[in-house]
């Protein structure tokens, strides 16, 4: 089973619509993040979280939110899509321990279209 | 403000080493080097990191200049699966978590 899992893997959705991309990890990790790709870019934070209660805006949170349910759960909501939001979206986890702080592990991937 | 600097593109012969350079002429002293690597439309993947030293693991070895303004991501026997967008990062690594990546080094490894 996969460590990192996100769902839907892809989505097509209309402008305006309401979404929501989940991500779950079972890798025990307090860190999560959502970043988004665009087509031969490099990936962009969107947002993170050090804790339940700890969300913080990344470098392009504009038209997004976020939701730390559990440890293991966070997600990345579009309250009112738009076609500039079609993308690739991955959600990554990383640890505290001094080995797997160097490294984050990302999910497969959400690839979302908005028309 | 990019930090690295790499090239767009470089092609390599499958069995041969890979070479994979990164500028990073303005790295601070607590600036670590990283490598990850996307096989295509997937997750990126963590490749290695160092600081000063060079470090080896079973997946690559990191060549970091004295100067530490240039490093080489070495891939001693490239294979088709290598095939894949490598991005070299800096960053602290206890405080900043964040992940900044450029556009990265497309590798096609050719039969």
């Known amino acids: 089973d996969a460590d990192v899992t996100q769902t839907p893997r892809n989505r097509i959705t209309k402008t305006g619509k309401r979404i929501m991309l989940e991500c779950s990890q079972t890798?025990?990790?307090?860190?999560m993040y959502w970043y988004r790709q665009d087509p031969g870019l490099g990936l962009r934070l969107i947002y993170y979280?050090?804790?339940?209660?700890?969300?913080n805006k990344g470098e392009i949170s504009d038209g997004y939110s976020v939701s730390r349910q559990a440890q293991a759960k966070f997600s990345l909501s579009l309250e009112s899509a738009i076609p500039n939001q079609t993308a690739l979206y991955f959600c990554?986890?990383?640890?505290?321990?001094?080995?797997?702080?160097?490294?984050?592990?990302f999910g497969p991937g959400t690839r979302l279209t908005v028309l | 403000d990019a930090k690295t600097t790499q090239p767009p593109s470089m092609d390599c012969a499958e069995g041969r080493a890979a070479n994979l350079p990164c500028n990073h002429s303005?790295?601070?002293?607590?600036?670590?080097v990283y490598w990850y690597r996307q096989i295509h439309s997937q997750g990126p993947q963590y490749i290695i990191h160092?600081?000063?030293n060079n470090e080896t693991n079973e997946m690559a070895s990191l060549i970091i200049t004295e100067d530490r303004k240039s490093s080489t991501l070495i891939l001693p026997h490239a294979t088709l699966r290598d095939t894949a967008v490598y991005y070299c990062?800096?960053?602290?690594?206890?405080?900043?978590?964040?992940?900044?990546f450029g556009a990265g080094t497309t590798v096609t490894v050719r039969a």
């Open positions: 979280s050090f804790d339940v209660k700890d969300i």
């Open positions: 990062i800096v960053r602290v690594a206890t405080y900043d978590y964040k992940l900044s």
């Open positions: 890798k025990g990790h307090d860190r």
């Open positions: 303005t790295i601070s002293g607590n600036e670590y």
């Open positions: 990554a986890t990383s640890g505290e321990t001094s080995s797997s702080y160097n490294e984050q592990f």
């Open positions: 160092g600081l000063k």
